[in-house]
């Protein structure tokens, strides 16, 4: 089945809701009641498909995109003109305060086990079951920390339930915890359809997202250096487990990002499918030469490390970044693979410029680029859902972090098994690191990091790096930044190179005719240190406007605002719904 047309599929599950079962007391046979309905498996898996739209919505569809490129910008890696800025007030309404997924998951559950399929069939749906339910109580989790537990259906007038107080964190995500582990142990593991539909490997990847921000959480916001263990350790497991199982491995970076098909992508895990006329998105035209794009900021690009496999500031095959040429010379591959790697586009030269000057192809598809697929919403090309080289990555981080709280010490297997194995990448092809001491190594070099974070170990900091890189544009920093309670990053005056981009000198854009202005006379320059300039070389400052420069100022920030409606609601039942620190 394709999974454009598995999405299709969700409006015959919702057939099922809508029944009401006092009409009659013998279910009519000719009609789709909640009685007829879950007797098969074919009926189980088309309701299964429902979630996931809202699970894993890849490239999006029409013009709306999930979390890659700029659909999450929220971070240090991108330098728009309108950044965007913390939340400042309490909402009314909305916000995210929501459980109707949650019910979904329970409805679910409920009715697979009741239903009269085989045993083993029973357990691997109620494991799909459970694994979205702890899907949507992770992403509750992570907006609202504490929210009150369900694991069962709930009617309106159940209000004592319904309305309850909020439970800790900690208990709801040892739930969430329960539920993947119960996923990973009965969820099958081929998929009718392997790589459009949730199998093992599928709860296992998401597994080790899920529990290493968690870890992570627990350790720096909370710091519970015994939860942070528990979750590290089930985050490093479920790494291993698709590890040691040898399923999937790493191609061509790029290629994960812009193929017309996923289909037998060795690293894919799980893939969005799109196909002309039926579903597409719009991603890739803005990668394209139709749309102007929110750039890079100078300070991704900084991070990414030299071929040797040090930083720019230790290498000196750096060339600095006077030019493009210069940036991308001696670089990191990954690096040729995000961002085109021979011009600079700029506002007032090209109309698919980006606010950076750096312009991004990570996702375009240089053979269909100028085809109609290409441009507006028609794009065909399939988004990743779950890859291989992120399990790589998580597993290499909890594993590191495990060690600092009282996990087993980090060896140079991890590291073998893990960052060094995506430095092998074909067409990346980077010198394998090796612990030294309290530090990593590149061929005898120890790496010294002149910028890292001093309140970031250097092997965290590096395995960080390899993070941000390797994942670029994929959604994830925004996320990172908030469970290693690193915010702080996008103080727009403390860290000025993420509002800086390309250094250009204007003067090489003279215009052709001397009576005109100069294309690029307009865009603010600055110097290394983030101080604008009036002469005519500097870096590019993409936002302008004092207004415009965002500020990390209160910690509240980590964890959304309850909505007044929702705590006006629960006072109405008797109930005090506790605000968030410091919304009150």
């Known amino acids: 089945m394709k999974f454009k047309n598995i999405y299709l599929l969700f409006g015959l599950a919702l057939l099922v809701w809508g ?9 009519p046979q000719d009609q789709m009641t909640d ?3 879950w007797t098969s498996e074919s009926n189980i898996e088309t309701f299964a498909f ?8 890849g490239y999006g569809s029409g013009y709306a995109w999930g979390k890659f490129f700029s659909g999450e910008s929220f971070n240090d890696d991108f330098a728009p003109t309108s950044p965007p800025v913390f939340t400042s007030s309490v909402p009314t309404s909305g916000g995210g305060w929501t459980f109707s997924w949650v019910r979904k998951a ?9 239903s009269p399929i085989e045993e083993d069939a029973k357990e691997h749906w109620i494991g799909i079951g459970r694994f979205f339910r702890g899907m949507e109580y992770k992403d509750l989790v992570q907006r609202f920390g504490d929210v009150p537990w369900y694991e069962s259906e709930l ?24 539920d993947f582990q119960y996923a990973a142990a009965n969820v099958r593991e081929d998929a009718r359809v392997d790589g459009l539909m949730v199998n093992r490997d599928v709860v296992l990847g998401f597994m080790s997202r899920v529990f290493l921000f968690e870890g992570t959480w627990q350790k720096y916001h909370e710091g519970n250096t015994e939860k942070a263990r528990e979750y590290l350790e089930a985050a490093k497991w479920a790494a291993n487990e698709l590890i040691t199982d040898g399923n999937y491995s790493l191609g061509n970076y790029r290629d994960v990002f812009s193929s017309v098909s996923l289909a037998g992508n060795p690293e894919v895990i799980l893939y969005r499918e799109y196909e002309s006329g039926i579903l597409t998105h719009a991603l890739m035209s803005y990668n394209n030469r139709g749309e102007s794009q929110t750039g890079v900021s100078k300070d991704a690009i900084d991070s990414y490390l030299t071929e040797n496999g040090l930083p720019i500031d230790q290498d000196p095959a750096y060339q600095g970044d006077h030019g493009i040429e210069n940036v991308m010379a001696n670089r990191d591959p990954r690096l040729h ?7 600079l586009r700029l506002n007032g030269v090209v109309g698919h410029y980006s606010t950076t000057g750096f312009a991004t192809h990570k996702f375009l598809n240089e053979e269909i680029k100028d085809n109609q697929e290409g441009f507006s919403s028609l794009n065909i090309i399939d988004s990743p859902v779950l890859r291989y080289g992120e399990v790589l990555i998580n597993y290499a981080e ?24 995506l430095r092998a990448r074909p067409g990346v092809d980077m010198p394998g690191v090796e612990l030294s001491g309290e530090s990593f190594s590149v061929n005898g070099t120890v790496i010294v990091d002149p910028e890292r974070d001093p309140d970031v170990s250097p092997i965290l900091w590096e395995i960080r790096r390899e993070r941000r890189v390797e994942l670029m544009m994929e959604g994830f920093r925004n996320d990172d930044l908030k469970r290693w309670k690193k915010f702080e990053y996008l103080d727009m005056v403390d860290n000025y190179e993420i509002n800086m981009g390309a250094w250009i000198d204007k003067s090489d854009y003279d215009p052709a005719d001397p009576d005109d202005d100069n294309p690029v006379a307009g865009i603010v320059l600055v110097d290394e240190n983030g101080n604008e300039v009036s002469g005519d070389q500097g870096y590019i400052k993409p936002a302008t406007a004092e207004s415009t420069i965002r500020r990390f100022e209160d910690p509240r920030v980590y964890l959304r605002p309850i909505p007044l409606d929702q705590i006006t609601l629960y006072s109405d039942f008797g109930v005090s719904l506790e605000q968030n620190p410091g919304w009150n």
């Open 106 to 114: 329970n409805i679910f559950i409920n009715r697979v086990q009741d």
């Open 19 to 27: 029944c009401d079962k006092d009409f009659l007391e013998v279910p």
């Open 35 to 37: 009685e007829t309905f």
């Open 337 to 343: 693979q995000t961002i085109v790697p021979y011009e």
């Open 50 to 57: 429902g979630f996931y739209p809202a699970y894993f919505p």
């Open 155 to 178: 009617n309106e007038s159940q209000t004592d339930e319904l309305y309850k107080p909020r439970d800790s964190r900690e208990f709801v995500m040892d739930k969430v915890l329960e």
């Open 398 to 421: 909890a594993a590191a972090e495990l060690a600092t709280v009282g996990g087993p010490a980090l060896t140079q297997e991890d590291i073998n098994k893990s960052i060094n194995v």
